[in-house]
């Protein structure tokens, strides 16, 4: 790119909103986590809330994220945890957490096509149940959620069948 060129997304503020949307989407894709964690024990219940977190060791890729979240007002969490065995802080972690926050920020993920589309309705579904119910106490109706949401995880653990589009050297006909 010359000097004099201009990136097109900064004068448009509609591209520039696709292009932090996409940025977003693809950090939960490839950085981050769909998951209930507990929050509180209330009246012989565990109540948990659900939460997406983006965890990622390049503090710019961390600093990009956080920015984006600012400028579409979703709330989020930030620190940097210390690993285990080590002295050093190694990663940087961002979790939006809380069934406002992760609505709204599922709302926007799910108009556009993610790798976890599926683990991000779940927890917009979540969402959009507590939110209509004016109880604390979690029951079978939440737990479905947490089983879909736990089967959905463990689906995509590191237990994929790795396919190649080459033709492999036994299975060629000469």
């Known amino acids: 790119m010359s000097d004099n060129s201009q990136d097109i997304t900064i004068g448009n503020q509609q591209e520039r ?3 932090e949307i996409g940025y977003l989407a693809g950090m939960v894709d490839g950085e981050g986590a769909c998951q209930f964690g507990y929050k509180y024990y209330y009246k012989g219940c565990k109540v948990y809330s659900p939460r997406i977190t983006i965890f990622n060791t390049n503090p710019e890729i961390i600093r990009l994220t956080k920015e984006f979240l600012d400028h579409l007002e979703i709330p989020y969490y930030y620190w ?3 690993w285990k065995e080590r002295d050093q802080w ?3 972690r961002v979790e939006i957490g809380g069934l406002k926050r ?5 709302d926007i993920l799910l108009k556009y096509p993610t790798g ?8 917009n579904d979540f969402c959009n ?20 949401l736990r ?7 590191g237990k994929q069948k790795i396919e190649s589009s080459e033709t492999i050297r036994s299975d060629a006909t000469a």
Request: glycine share 4%; hydrophobic share 35%; charged share 35%.
């Open 17 to 19: 909103l696709f292009f």
């Open 80 to 82: 940097s945890p210390k």
């Open 90 to 92: 190694q990663g940087w």
């Open 102 to 106: 992760v609505k709204k920020f599922t």
């Open 116 to 123: 976890k589309q599926d683990r991000l309705q779940v927890l």
């Open 129 to 148: 149940y507590r939110l209509t119910v004016n109880r604390k106490k979690y029951g079978l109706e939440e737990q479905k959620f947490f089983d879909k």
């Open 151 to 157: 089967e959905l995880n463990k689906l995509y653990r």
